[in-house]
Antibody, heavy 116, light 111 residues
Framework: QVQLQESGPGLVKPSQTLSLTCTVS??????????WSWIRQPAGKGLEWIGR???????NYNPSLKSRVTISVDTSKNQFSLKLSSVTAADTAVYYC????????WGQGTAVTVSS | QPVLTQSPSASASLGASVKLTCTLS???????IAWHQQQPEKGPRYLMK???????IKGDGIPDRFLGSSSGAERYLTISSLQSEDEADYYC?????????FGGGTRLTVL
């Protein structure tokens, strides 16, 4: 069965770019017609959708983050990635990747702290 | 873009049943949603996709105690025979052609 695993630095300095990768195992990221999403959750708060990439490569972003977000896919590595630029403390959160519109498969999440 | 409304909290006794509600905003009553469970200190887990006709597709290993249903703009998650491990946050989530949105979540306390 498909599994997702997030990876990336746990600490990012303010104004820098946060970069995370989600590795897909148990299936090909380019097989089927799936969306691949990033979601985040600040401590003690709810879930916030960041954006998604379709198997064709098209992307959609949360309007509140759109100017700072880029999601891309690397089919050769079976991965998709998140870049969030100009981060501040407000971007401190646990970041999750998930599959498809119903988010039927989730990664375990990776905690990112923005601090100098 | 739809908005999803959930009550912040709910409670029920061990062994009892509870019905959680997720309400779609006006004009979006035909949307499917998904329900997700987040136990304390854990990541979210997909429970089911729930269509506007009440049909649903559960995730692997989700017990029969978890049941989805729909009525108009309301989407429900009923959990029967409540167990201590059902104490968690429950989020509904939906999607459109270019976006996705979560409800604020309902914290379920099992008494």
């Amino acid at each position: 069965q498909v599994q997702l695993q997030e990876s990336g630095p746990g600490l990012v300095k303010p104004s820098q770019t946060l970069s995370l990768t989600c590795t897909v195992s148990g299936g090909s990221i380019s097989s089927g017609s799936y969306y691949w999403s990033w979601i985040r959750q600040p401590a003690g708060k709810g879930l916030e959708w960041i954006g998604r990439i379709y198997s064709s490569g098209s992307t959609n972003y949360n309007p509140s983050l759109k100017s700072r977000v880029t999601i891309s896919v690397d089919t050769s590595k079976n991965q998709f990635s998140l870049k969030l630029s100009s981060v501040t403390a407000a971007d401190t959160a646990v970041y999750y990747c998930a599959r498809d519109q119903g988010l039927d498969v989730w990664g375990q999440g990776t905690a990112v702290t923005v601090s100098s | 873009q739809p908005v999803l409304t959930q009550s912040p909290s709910a409670s029920a006794s061990l062994g009892a049943s509870v019905k959680l509600t997720c309400t779609l905003s006006s004009g979006h009553s035909s949307y499917a949603i998904a329900w997700h469970q987040q136990q304390p200190e854990k990541g979210p887990r997909y429970l089911m996709k729930l269509n506007n006709d009440g049909s649903h597709i559960k995730g692997d290993g989700i017990p029969d105690r978890f049941l989805g249903s729909s009525s108009g703009a309301e989407r429900y998650l009923t959990i029967s025979s409540l167990q201590s491990e059902d104490e968690a946050d429950y989020y509904c989530q939906t999607w459109g052609s270019d976006s996705m949105v979560f409800g604020g979540g309902t914290r379920l306390t099992v008494l």
